[in-house]
Every structure is written in C-alpha cells, then in structure tokens.
C-alpha cells in the first residue's frame, strides 16, 4: 500500500492521520506535487488531488473522507466514529467546511489573483472560517475513549492548517478550548508525524 501526498494538505493529512491510528505502515509514502501533475499522482488519480491511495491489489482510492470510510470497513478497530454519531458527524462536517474554506483561499490567491482573499468570494471564506471555528470553539469535540474520533480528527486538521497558513492574519480569534484539544491529541503519532509544513 502506498499513498500520496503532499506536506500542507489537509485533505491528505486525514487521511494520513487515520491510516496511522489505524495502524498502518505509513513508510511507504510519497510526496508529490499535484499542481506539477506528477505521473504517478495523473496515473492514478487523473483530477491530481491528494490524497491518493494504492492498495495493494494496486486499486486507487481518492478523496480522503472515503479512505477513511474504507478504513472503516477493511479494519473496523479502532473505529473513528465512536460517540455520540450525529455530533461526530456534526463537528467533522463543520471542520470540514472551514478546511475547504481556508483552502479555496489558498488556491485563489496563488493561482487566481494575490489579492483573492479581499474579494466578494474570498471575504465569504473567510466568514465561513470565523464562524466555523466559533462554533467548534462554543462546542469542541472531545476525546473519549482510547481513539480520537473523526471530528476531534478534522477539527485539529482544520486548526493545524489555520496555524500554517493563516496564523498572522488579523481576523483570527482566539481558540483555547481547540488549543487545549489539540494539546491531548499532539503527542499521539499518527498526528505528530503528520504536522503539515511547507
């Protein structure tokens, strides 16, 4: 099995982060960059997204909240959909849209237009994080049981990549309840050794 990846995407790091609590070997990992439309990122996965993973019947899986439904399914424990369901789904939806927030930011002001953020559309991301996270700050995801479940998953992803890429911006509020969550899970290594960078 191996999977493909680049260092900063969140979508990826779910990914990475769920094969690891999984229990996966993660050694056979291959970063690659999918605006330089790597041949093997085009072969198996022709919309050149992260992550990609290849099983080892050499099958491509896209789209990292289905790898972690097929994770789900081919090695059920530790499950990462413990609790309560309807709030687990809640939280890691919300995380979710403000990762696809921040991202879409990102995505237009380097390949659109430097000034992206500013805009029509870019100022409604931008709503979308604030108010995303104050409602994951209002009620956080919490750690119960030995795993962290999905949405404490996607909301330390989301606050991770907040910190790479917008932690000097003016409109970022403080956050010390998803501070104090993502110090519990920090040392846990399917996170540690998954902390984006650029």
Do not use: C
Not at 48 to 64: D, F, K, N, Q, S
């Amino acid at each position: 099995m191996k999977i493909l990846t680049n260092t900063t995407s969140p979508y990826a790091r779910i990914a990475r982060i769920a094969l690891g609590e999984k229990g996966f070997d993660l050694s056979d990992t291959e970063i690659v960059s999918p605006w330089a439309d790597t041949p093997v990122l085009i072969e198996n996965n022709p919309a050149a997204r992260v992550p990609t993973l290849i099983t080892e019947a050499g099958v491509p899986l896209t789209e990292g909240l289905l790898i972690l439904l097929w994770l789900e399914k081919k090695r059920p424990e530790p499950s990462l959909l413990e609790g309560p369901l309807d709030l687990v789904i809640s939280q890691a939806g919300r995380a979710m849209g403000v990762i696809d927030a921040m991202v879409h930011i990102m995505i237009g002001v380097m390949h659109t237009d430097p000034n992206f953020a500013e805009t029509k559309v870019g100022l409604r991301r931008r709503r979308t994080i604030v108010t995303g996270f104050r409602a994951l700050e209002a009620t956080p995801p919490a750690v119960s049981g030995s795993t962290p479940h999905v949405g404490v998953l996607t909301t330390i992803v989301a606050l991770d990549y907040l910190r790479l890429r917008f932690k000097d911006a003016p409109w970022v509020e403080s956050l010390p309840k998803l501070e104090a969550l993502r110090m519990q899970v920090a040392e846990r290594a399917a996170y540690k050794n998954t902390a984006p960078y650029v």
